[in-house]
């Protein structure tokens, strides 16, 4: 090849022999190899995987196919090898001439170089966030949640990190995790003002840059156990829903080279993902705690004996995925130092079911609760509760039954009164089932609730049972489309003569189970008030006038 056609080409070119003397190289390469001249060894001339690369291609035999010297008129190209020269890369491409020299040319790659590990850390970050954002979101469980972030913060952003909870009261709470540990959740009696930035990222507020945090000024308490000297931090804020999520802060050792302007970019980006996940897990937690709350409100009470009258209780909701609905019951314990007074006992049904239901619910327990003074009076109750829900936002109506419960010498004396609700039965001693002639209007649909109430008698091991509609109207059975009915119900209270009341409620919510099965059915519930065999008085619940609560 000519030496001036050589000399013109837009690369740096150098030509050796075969003994590694340089012959020939243009004024590119003479200004980018400054040892390198015509005469040179090339072992001095250039960086040596240049030489190495010469040297390997020149020890092949003159007249191999990819040696110096091939056959044929044509020069040969050999597989090109790539390098440093200086902080730039190249790749050497070799032509092998017929008269044995072997010409270099040399390519300025390091763009290119630059490009591609750009796009592969692109992606890698890529993916990072993707399945950052699948780990964070798989789970609403606050504790979870926060404890993943800080793994995958230390496992790819740094070589510890913290996930600092937005303060409550005085003191902070972090979970810190080091790149191969586990997270740790730990509390410090301190505020964040020793960290620069920090108070400014729990409030939301854009981050500090890196350079500006003097990592010898980090307090203790920011470094895990074992880390080490740090040698810079990164502390970004955790935005959530409007409000901060928390902040991140993010360690590299004294070894390592510290964070640069990409990365805390990026670690930006992941934070902003982080937040919003565990923004979601607060709200989560809190609106779970908040229901949890007033769940325990609306759950049927545990009843308990009260003076010498056992009392029992079962609730099924419509759906097994029910906590509530719109069936309820609850025992109101006379007084404890008022002997001869009466215990309320109501069960009642409210249109409808589930949470909307039970909402109502809670309403009519409490507005009955309020009218405690008055239970003396059943039609009085009754009335008042009908025009507090008249004048209530609801359009909901509720059928109920009170019974008004006390213990005189063996027996039980009951004055009970039903408002559009199933009468109560009783069981008598040898089996026979008597249904309560009481009878009303349900309350909360018309401006009148008038209702009749009508007194028995529970002789001991005797039982009056209060029950919904649920358990009558329960389809199942053999068909799977029968309903329970009132005959099979007063067959399954016949078998109950002389049990106590728990035993009672078991029965009949056990043969009910049975009977739907897994079909449908509403909410049903059952109450049972029985005289005790024996003379003996039990002692008063323990919890003082008002109902039971669970």
């Known amino acids: 090849m000519k030496r001036s056609a050589l000399r013109l080409a837009p690369y740096p070119v150098l030509v050796a022999d075969t003994h590694g003397v340089v012959r020939f190289l243009n004024d590119t390469a003479s200004a980018l190899l400054p040892h390198a001249r ?25 007249g191999s196919p990819t040696g110096p010297g091939s056959a044929g008129p044509a020069p040969s190209v050999s597989p090109a090898v790539r390098g440093e020269i200086g902080e730039r890369s190249f790749e050497a491409h070799p032509t092998c001439e017929v008269t044995g020299e072997v010409v270099w040319w040399l390519v300025d790659d390091t763009d290119h170089l630059l490009a591609r590990e750009a796009l592969r850390m692109e992606r890698e970050r890529t993916a990072f966030l993707g399945d950052a954002s699948n780990a964070l979101l798989s789970s609403l469980n606050l504790a979870r949640c926060t404890a993943t972030t800080a793994r995958l913060a230390a496992g790819h952003l740094a070589d510890a990190a913290l996930v600092i909870e937005p303060p409550v009261g005085r003191g902070l709470v972090m979970v810190s995790c080091t790149r191969d540990g586990e997270p740790v959740r730990r509390q410090v009696g301190v505020g964040p003002d020793l960290v620069p930035g920090l108070p400014e990222a729990l409030q939301g507020f854009p981050p500090v840059p890196a350079r500006w945090i003097d990592p010898a000024a980090a307090p203790a308490w920011i470094v895990p156990d074992g880390f080490g000297t740090v040698g810079s931090i990164v502390v970004t804020p955790l935005p959530g829903h409007g409000v901060s999520a928390g902040a991140l802060v993010l360690l590299r050792g004294a070894g390592q080279a510290p964070f640069t302007e990409n990365e805390e970019v990026f670690a930006r ?56 609905g719109g069936d309820f019951y609850d025992v109101h314990p006379a007084p404890a130092d008022s002997e001869g007074q ?66 005189h010498a063996g027996s039980v004396r009951l004055r009970l009164t039903s408002a559009g609700h199933p009468a109560p039965l009783i069981v008598r001693g040898d089996g026979q089932v008597e249904e309560v002639r009481t009878h009303g209007t349900l309350v909360g649909a018309l401006p009148e609730a008038p209702a009749v109430t009508v007194e028995a008698t529970l002789a001991p091991g005797e039982s009056c049972v209060l029950f919904s509609d649920g358990i009558t109207e329960a389809r199942g059975g053999p068909l799977g489309d029968d309903q329970y009915g009132d005959d099979r119900l007063r067959s399954a209270l016949s078998e109950c003569a002389g049990m106590p009341a728990s035993a009672v409620v078991e029965h009949i919510q056990m043969l009910a189970s049975q009977w739907v099965r897994g079909g449908r059915h509403d909410d049903m519930a059952v109450v049972a008030i029985t005289a005790p065999r024996n003379n003996h008085l039990s002692a008063v619940g323990g919890r003082g006038p008002g109902r039971f609560t669970a």
């Open 38 to 62: 015509p005469g040179a060894d090339v072992t001095r001339a250039v960086p040596g995987w240049l030489a190495a690369a010469h040297q390997n291609l020149s020890a092949v035999p003159v």
């Open 342 to 407: 009466e215990s309320l006992v109501i069960l009642g049904d409210v249109c409808g079911k589930g949470l909307e239901a039970a909402v109502l619910t809670g309403k009519i327990r409490n507005t009955l609760h309020a009218l405690l003074p008055m239970a003396d009076d059943h039609q009085r109750v009754l009335s008042l509760l009908n025009g507090a829900l008249l004048n209530s936002h609801h359009t909901r109506f509720a059928t109920l039954v009170l019974a008004s419960a006390v213990r």
């Open 269 to 324: 980006l992941f934070a902003a993902r982080a937040g919003a996940a565990l923004s979601a897990a607060r709200l989560y937690e809190e609106q779970s705690s908040i229901t949890e709350t007033l769940m325990r409100e609306l759950l049927p009470p545990v009843l308990h004996d009260v003076s010498g009258v056992e009392f029992a209780g079962a609730y099924r909701p419509a759906a097994d995925s029910e906590r509530v």
